[in-house]
Nanobody
Framework: VQLQASGGGLVQAGESLRLSCAIT????????IGWFRQAPGKEREGVAS????????YYDDSVEGRFTVSRDNAKNMVWLQMNSLRPEDTAVYYC????????????????????WGQGTLVTVSS
């Protein structure tokens, strides 16, 4: 399965962006999807995840209440709606897929997924 994230850009603090993750080469409903990000000079961190059915989601505390993950398996698409963006949200965002659910949301969350797409850069200015 291949994944391609898109939708990044430059926004001001408080604004919104919606990232998209296109899933190809596999059956979307076979995979849970995670969103991850990596800021300059920092380690990759988990942001949100969604089960293959879309019925269960999980958010890191840093984005809870501001970000929403959703999916449409018929369209092979997953989205990350990001509201009330902050400068500390600046990072390259990646979507990733794995058949296993749920991830271990501890220290191994960032190594959970087998399939990774190229990232999309989100820059939030203050």
């Amino acid at each position: 399965v291949q994944l391609q994230a898109s939708g990044g850009g430059l926004v001001q603090a408080g604004e919104s962006l919606r990232l998209s993750c296109a899933i190809t080469g596999g059956t979307a409903d076979a995979y849970a999807i995670g969103w991850f990000r990596q800021a300059p000079g920092k380690e990759r961190e988990g942001v949100a995840s969604i089960a293959s059915t879309g019925r269960t989601t999980y958010y890191d505390d840093s984005v809870e209440g501001r970000f929403t993950v959703s999916r449409d398996n018929a369209k092979n698409m997953v989205w990350l709606q990001m509201n009330s963006l902050r400068p500390e949200d600046t990072a390259v965002y990646y979507c990733a897929a794995d058949a296993a659910w749920p991830p271990d949301y501890g220290s191994s969350w960032t190594s959970w997924a087998d399939y990774w797409g190229q990232g999309t850069l989100v820059t939030v200015s203050s």
